[in-house]
Structures are given as C-alpha cells and as structure tokens.
C-alpha cells in the first residue's frame, strides 16, 4: 500500500509542476506515393489542416510542427504497404531528406494499424508511414506520441495491474495513465460501446481487478473524448526530445 500511496503523490506533484518544454518548430516532409494511374488519393489541404490539429496537442510542452515540402513519388510499387511486398524500411534510403520528419502517405491494404512510427525516432531522424484513408487526427497524433518515444497505454510487455502498484515499470511506464486492458485486433465493441464510449469490458486483471482505462488517452485506440495526453506524457516526449538535441 505504501508504493500505491508513493506512487500517486508522486503523479499528484507532477500535475503542479511546469510542463518540460521543448520550444522548437520541426519541419516536415511529406512523401505522397501515387497510385499506379499516378493519383494521390489524398490532398495537400487535408494532410496540412491535420498538422495544424497536432500542433494544438503539443503547444503545451512548445512543440509545433510545419509542412515544408511535399514530394511526389511516382513508383506506385510502394504505394501498397503490405507484409512481403514493401517494407517500410524501403522508403527512407531512396526519399528520405535529413533534418526533417519524413511522412510516407501510402496505401495499406491489410489495416490493422492507422500507420507505423519509428518508436522514439525523433532521436535519429525515423520515419512516420500513414494510411492514406487514416487521415485523421486520433491517429496521426499516436503516430507522433510513438514518435517521440510513447509506449500506447495498452502494452503489454510487463502487463499493468490496476492498483497502480506495478505503475512506473508494467504497461507504458506512467502512473498518470490508468492499466488499459485492449489487445489491438480485438474488436472495439468487446471494449466500448461504440455509441456513447461506455467501457463495457468485464476483463480484469491479475488481482481480479476491473479495468478503467482513460478512453480519451492518445496513445489508447478508443474513439472517445477530447483527445488528450498526460503531464507525465508530456514530460517524457520533452525530455526524450531534449536528452537527444544533439541529433537536430
């Protein structure tokens, strides 16, 4: 009960404190990939008004984010990003431009995720793939969470109790983001229901604990709320960020 107690003042004295700031514009290079009638399936005004939403989201710790160019990349072979057919490591060695996020928007016939991030890639210049018919900003914003070295909420490599007492080391390693139990693949209704984002799961955790995991967390993949990150979110993409300025 002592760690549970540590555990949540040390989250409670976060809240208090200034937010890490990172204070820098990045720039932005986004790779459209023509489909083989040479069409983009997607447009400049759309990916642009998406990057003005993300730069709301990250104003808190001063990040902001600026589209400087826009390349077209005409070999359609890479506009379908499916197991065995093109890897997403395929892309930066011929297109990549340095100092700059480079966004791949492609096709991804075989969804299961909205797009794929260099998990901290922020720290060596990786690269953001997304699903052309994934623009939105639920997505793009988890995109740039994992960016900038988020774990989502629902990991699972040391899985989280609910207690909170395993917060700092299980799940995403916050204490500020609740145990989260969703298994991506997993259909949403099992979870939610999908009309007013109830939590309806029964699943509990090792304890026998029931989950309540925060719908509107940005790096969770329910459809709920006003999207939001946490302080020690917050503080973490700074300070990750900051520990790696050497790299901009």
């Known amino acids: 009960m002592n760690h549970i107690n540590s555990s949540y003042a040390s989250t409670q004295a976060d809240s208090i404190k200034p937010l890490v700031k990172i204070n820098k514009e990045f720039l932005i290079v ?3 990939v023509l489909d083989s009638n040479k069409n983009k399936n997607i447009s400049e005004a759309a990916i642009k008004s998406v990057i003005e939403q993300l730069n709301s989201i990250f104003y808190p710790i001063g990040a902001s ?5 826009f390349k077209y990349i005409e070999n359609y072979n890479y506009n379908e990003l499916v197991s065995g057919k093109v890897s997403k490591e395929e ?3 011929l297109y990549k431009l340095s100092h700059r996020i480079n966004m791949y ?3 991804i016939p075989d969804l299961t995720a909205c797009g794929f991030a260099s998990v901290g890639g922020i720290a060596d210049f990786g690269n953001i793939i997304v699903a052309k018919k994934c623009l939105d900003i639920r997505p793009i914003s988890q995109l740039y969470g994992s960016f900038f070295g988020l774990k989502n909420t629902f990991d699972k490599t040391i899985p989280e109790l609910v207690d909170g007492s395993n917060c700092a080391t299980a799940g995403d390693g916050f204490c500020d983001t609740p145990a989260d139990p969703y298994v991506r693949g997993d259909f949403m209704s099992n979870y939610i229901n999908l009309i007013n984002c109830n939590f309806i799961s029964e699943k509990k955790d090792a304890n026998g604990e029931y989950y309540y995991p925060d719908l509107a967390n940005i ?9 939001t990150f946490t302080v020690q979110q917050y503080n973490s ?3 990750y960020y900051n520990s790696h300025l050497g790299t901009w």
């Open 30 to 32: 986004a790779h459209i």
């Open 65 to 69: 984010f600026k589209i400087c160019e």
């Open 91 to 93: 892309l930066d060695p």
């Open 105 to 107: 928007f492609v096709e």
């Open 219 to 227: 790096m969770s993949d329910y459809p709920c709320g006003c999207l």
């Open 237 to 239: 993409m700074a300070n």
